[in-house]
């Protein structure tokens, strides 16, 4: 089964089209499918009625398409197009087709595992280059008066080879026609800018700031193992919200030049390798509202690209500073501030150490024959019979009732057998003999008898 729609286009044509009808995505939204001839990607609503000024967002976005300076394919998944059916009754709208194989969620970019499970490049420089390609892409739209207000590694995807970012639901943007404004609705906790967030407003209000804020949130994750600019370690003794979004409220980010008084950096942070520049620029964009916007990250970048070094030791390492931080990280003990139980209870374990070293330190030393370490002799088993029958006695436990039922039942035994042993050792009746005819007699002789013979 086909599905088969008219595509809409700005100067008034109409193009019929043929959808494949498994769909590549599905949101709450609606749910994209790819059109057979590989050119279009359809964004189906699954209510295209339910806000009545979406025709007219899209319009204006379709007359209005950035232009970005990437070349070889798309930097925005941007509305071209919009669908209705053979009734002209409005469906969606087509944008252009990624090439899904060549393509990963920038996520993917931000650990070493997910890099090597999707084969890209494990050097900093690669993931340099994204981060330059998405501030341009953030910079063309900004300079049309635009916004993406839920800006996150999620709406980001990156070609696996050329590190080209190409930025997708474009539909949910915050959008600045001609005629008149778009907002937009949808953002995500970890990268919403702490004014908007201390005051309730809704990330929209803060239009363009809210994407410095979160573009600045994406390049410390780039940069930095994909950490969260407020991911850190409790200070003894400190209480902290666990969550990345109620850190921004409070401004518990760690990775500043000056130390924070209640939050440390990870253990397994990059930062202290970064130039002071980048630092800096960090720290005003994701602190304070002095935040540096995308083109002037461009600048930044280009130039930080220049200064790394290369590692001696592995080809993917590159540093900024003296020595290499990857080679040098797996060496760092990392220990987890105690609180005041755990030193009580490590106090104890320690006083029983002791207590067993004393005991066995009395002992004589076991000396044997030094044993080759290729034999490991396994040691003969030792039974012992006496313990083993112990143990097995020991597991029957009986009541007193029972103990008395069992010494009467016993008594009763005994009586019984003696009874039976006693009737049997009794002697068997005895024949008389007749001394006359020297025979015995045929019967048994009786009293009566006796009395009865002459």
Request: glycine share 6%; charged share 15%; aromatic share 8%.
């Amino acid at each position: 089964m086909t599905l088969r729609v008219n595509l809409c286009f700005n100067d008034g044509k109409n193009q019929p089209i043929t959808l494949n009808p498994k769909a590549l995505n599905q949101g709450a939204d609606g749910a994209i499918h790819a059109s057979l001839d590989g050119q279009y990607a359809i964004k189906l609503y699954h209510d295209a009625d339910k806000d009545d000024t979406r025709q007219n967002k899209l319009w204006q976005m379709i007359a209005q398409p950035p232009h970005v300076s990437q070349e070889g394919e798309a930097g925005f998944t941007w509305p071209i197009a919009l669908v209705a059916d053979h009734k002209q009754r409005f469906l969606g709208f087509a944008m252009p087709l990624l090439n899904l194989s060549e393509h990963v969620q920038l996520e993917m970019l931000l650990s070493k595992r997910t890099r090597e499970l999707h084969q890209l490049p494990n050097d900093i420089r690669f993931r340099i280059k994204v981060a330059i390609n998405l501030c341009q892409q953030i910079a063309a739209l900004h300079r049309l008066g635009h916004a993406i207000i839920d800006l996150k590694p999620a709406n980001l995807s990156v070609n696996k080879r050329s590190a080209e970012v190409c930025i997708v639901d474009c539909d949910g943007f915050s959008i600045k026609g001609k005629q008149s404004d778009f907002p937009a609705h949808q953002y995500t906790a970890g990268f919403i800018a702490p004014e908007a967030y201390n005051q309730q407003l809704p990330p929209q209000a803060l239009d363009q700031q809210q994407d410095q804020f979160a573009l600045a949130v994406i390049l410390f994750q780039l940069l930095n193992h994909g950490l969260h600019p407020f991911q850190g370690v409790p200070k003894q003794g400190r209480d902290l919200p666990t969550d990345n979004q109620s850190k921004i409220a409070k401004q518990l980010y760690p990775y500043a030049k000056q130390s924070h008084p209640d939050i440390a950096p990870s253990p397994w942070s990059l930062h202290l390798d970064f130039p002071a520049e980048l630092i800096n620029s960090f720290s005003l964009s994701l602190t304070s509202s002095q935040r540096l916007n995308a083109m002037d990250w461009v600048e930044l970048l280009k130039g930080l690209n220049f200064q790394l070094r290369q590692c001696q030791q592995e080809e993917s390492h590159q540093y900024w500073g003296q020595a290499c931080p990857h080679c040098l990280q797996p060496k760092k003990n990392i220990v987890a501030p105690q609180t005041a139980p755990m030193k009580k209870a490590a106090n104890t374990h320690n006083k029983r150490h002791r207590q067993h070293n004393r005991t066995t330190s009395n002992r004589s030393p076991n000396i044997t024959r030094p044993i080759s370490p290729a034999y490991n002799p396994t040691p003969r088993p030792q039974v012992n019979v006496g313990q083993i029958l112990a143990n097995w006695l020991r597991g029957f436990k009986l009541s007193k009732k029972q103990v008395a039922g069992a010494i009467a039942l016993g008594g009763l035994s005994v009586a019984v057998w003696a009874l039976l042993f006693a009737m049997r050792l009794t002697p068997a009746p005895i024949p008389q003999f007749d001394i006359i005819l020297g025979q015995p007699s045929q019967g048994l002789t009786s009293v009566i008898d006796a009395q009865e013979q002459p």
